[in-house]
């Protein structure tokens, strides 16, 4: 997690979540992001891109504050994505709201994602009232040709 801090990157997440008094309610809403290592953007759906305007050593220290919180990690087998070997580690977080089962793939020559996934459940009946009940996250990561968006806001 801490080495997609330190290159330029582009993700795309999708959330699918459980909300709401219907346990069949699926909402399932995308986002994508852009690292240029000067700045960061972010558009959700089909959105205009936006200019988040969060200084980059806070987002760092962010994304190490969430991924200390794991604990449990493992190594599992290695897997083959686009053709490409990749080291699978999981692990998992408890908040006080839920517990996070995360999947990561990860390319060993550069030790950068290139695929999570994350899925969430609360850790009690009443943590789900007027909140998420369920939570998949998938994100993949590209890094070619990273540069800032045209447009953006």
Request: aromatic share 6%; net charge positive.
């Amino acid at each position: 997690m801490l080495a997609n801090t330190k290159v330029p990157f582009h993700s795309l997440s999708i959330i699918t979540y459980l909300a709401g008094e219907d346990s069949k309610s699926r909402v399932t809403q995308t986002s994508e992001t852009i690292s240029t290592q000067t700045a960061v953007f972010a558009r959700f759906g089909s959105g205009k891109w936006k200019q988040m305007h969060i200084p980059l050593d806070k987002l760092a220290a962010a994304v190490r504050h969430n991924a200390e919180s794991y604990s449990g990690c493992k190594r599992l087998a290695d897997d083959t994505v686009n053709g490409t070997s990749l080291a699978v580690y999981t692990g998992h977080s408890v908040t006080p709201g839920s517990t996070v089962e995360t999947k990561v793939w990860v390319e060993p020559k550069r030790g950068v994602m290139i695929q999570l996934e994350s899925d969430a459940v609360p850790t009690s009946p009443s943590a789900t009232k007027d909140s998420v009940k369920e939570r998949h996250v998938a994100i993949r990561y590209t890094y070619d040709n990273i540069a800032a968006p045209p447009n953006a806001e």
